[in-house]
């Protein structure tokens, strides 16, 4: 028999008063949300919805303000750099208005005479967003206009080290707001202290819950018995073939892995280079200021990087002379050094290095031809990372279509800086996101960027058209011709 002591029993009671007050905060956060998005929504109007959503923009874009958010970041969450947050939050932001400025989101959207059918744009209601340490700035923005765009209001669930970033980009939307008389309820978080509880209530009360970051919570939000949209994590495995620019391959790769101190889920992570090239690419990435590590250095990393089985605080998103001192290291050229590339081969949980690293540090394989390298892009996918994307280096065109066909992968980046084209960029189609689904192999509802189309609901108006049921003869001809009746 469990025997409770006083104390036992006060922890207790706390506990659950704590709980029902957690639950109680989100259940008002969610009732003053849903009344504003119904008065927002009412004779629903597209210039109030691209209003609103330039408003959210702005609180972002504007140079001093995003420049605030963006050290304030890096000094909270300590990850990344203030600079490269800046031109996150920017073009990121700017992407997306490009991407939605002319799109009507409300009202009827299409009228097709020949189907009959007329495609009706209709709010979701309130969204929930569950928001990453890693952006935390650029990711909630990114939701929040989409949301507004569609008629939608929001609630943001942040990390606990984002928290801070998270109140202070409110706070700048809700100036924005009150400049056009736009309700400040449209657009809430679930105030600090972050938990478990909060962020679960959250999951269950709102119409659609979107979750960037911890797998843990992708897991749950599936659970939660809310449509839920979540993304896979991030590996990304990039192959470097015999006909690459070497040069080039080399200095898209550096600046992508660099950029904000790999906090990207799209940054490179596995490089997997043809031997026939791989000591001229390794000369180019040392141009590039990568820097390859004998096996003693490399182990020394690994030892210190996966520290305890999971990364190391102190090496995560950090600048490469901290990641250098903390694993006790040093490189040659040091002072022009960007990067470390760790020789490896082995892949799966006993090499953890094969996995994502969140840090100044890319893992090479080499392969004797192109379908080696394929097989181990596949070996590592299916380690971590299915379904979100690898990158092609190369000339052969036919090759990434072989990717698109083989591997286990909703996008194949060819000859891009990786991290700046999976999230869309201006130089390719993809819509820009700062979430990348991975489809069912990556356990995801959704296979593509996060976009505007997946904050909204469509009603479709059915009418009679002429009959075109056809024949058994025009639907078996050919499989009677085969198999017979």
């Not at 609630?155 to 008389?181: N, Q, R, T, Y």
């Not at 031997?275 to 001229?280: A, T």
């Not at 084209?421 to 996101?433: H, Y």
Request: include cysteine.
């Amino acid at each position: 028999m469990l025997i409770l002591n006083k104390k036992d029993l006060v922890h207790a009671e706390n506990t659950v008063e704590k709980t029902v007050d957690d639950v109680s905060l989100v259940d008002e956060l969610v009732a003053r949300a849903r009344a504003a998005q119904r008065r927002f929504a009412t004779d629903a109007d597209q210039r109030r919805f691209d209003m609103a959503a330039l408003a959210a923009a702005w609180a972002i874009m504007e140079p001093a303000r995003n420049k605030a958010l963006s050290e304030q970041a890096v000094e909270q969450t300590a990850l990344g750099n203030a600079s490269d947050k800046m031109i996150k939050n920017h073009r990121k932001t700017l992407g997306l208005l490009r991407d939605i400025r002319d799109v009507k989101t409300t009202g009827v959207i299409s009228d097709d005479t020949a189907s009959g059918i007329t495609q009706i744009a209709r709010p979701i209601g309130v969204v929930g967003a569950v928001v990453p340490s890693t952006n935390p700035a650029a990711t909630p923005a990114n939701n929040i206009i989409n949301a507004l765009k569609c008629g939608n209001a929001i609630i943001l669930s942040p990390s606990p080290k984002g928290v801070d970033v998270c109140a202070s980009l409110l706070a700048g939307i809700h100036a924005e707001f009150d400049k056009l008389g736009i309700d400040r309820h449209l657009v809430q978080m679930v105030p600090a202290p972050s938990s478990k509880v909060k962020t679960q209530r959250l999951m269950e009360a709102v119409d659609l819950i979107i979750v960037t970051g911890s797998q843990d919570n992708v897991r749950r939000a599936y659970e939660s018995g809310t449509p839920a949209i979540g993304v896979g994590a991030g590996n990304a495995t990039v192959i470097v073939d015999e006909t690459a620019d070497l040069a080039e391959a080399a200095r898209k790769i550096a600046a992508s892995k660099t950029f904000d101190n790999a906090t990207s889920c799209s940054s490179e992570n596995v490089l997997i280079v043809v031997r026939s090239v791989l000591d001229d690419f390794l000369a180019a990435l040392h141009t590039q200021g990568g820097r390859y590590l004998d096996n003693d250095d490399a182990s020394k990393v690994k030892a210190t990087l996966f520290e305890g089985g999971h990364l190391n605080r102190h090496m995560i998103a950090k600048d490469i002379n901290i990641f250098l001192d903390v694993a006790g290291i040093s490189v040659a050229d040091a002072q022009s050094a960007r990067f470390v590339v760790l020789p490896s081969d082995e892949i799966g949980s006993d090499a953890p290095e094969s996995g994502e690293k969140l840090s100044l540090a890319l893992t090479l394989y080499v392969a004797d031809d192109f379908d080696a390298a394929v097989k181990l892009a596949l070996q590592v996918l299916t380690f971590q990372g299915a379904g979100h994307s690898v990158g092609l280096h190369s000339e052969d065109d036919d090759r990434a279509r072989l990717l698109g066909a083989l591997l286990p992968t909703c996008r194949v980046i060819v000859n891009q800086a990786h991290c700046f084209a999976t999230g869309g960029s201006f130089d390719n189609g993809l819509p820009f996101s700062l979430s990348m689904g991975c489809g069912s192999w990556g356990g995801n509802s959704i296979d593509s960027n996060l976009h505007y189309r997946h904050f909204m609901n469509i009603t479709r108006v059915v009418r009679p058209i002429e009959n075109t049921e056809p024949s058994l003869e025009e639907i078996f001809e050919d499989y009677w011709q085969v198999a017979g009746k």
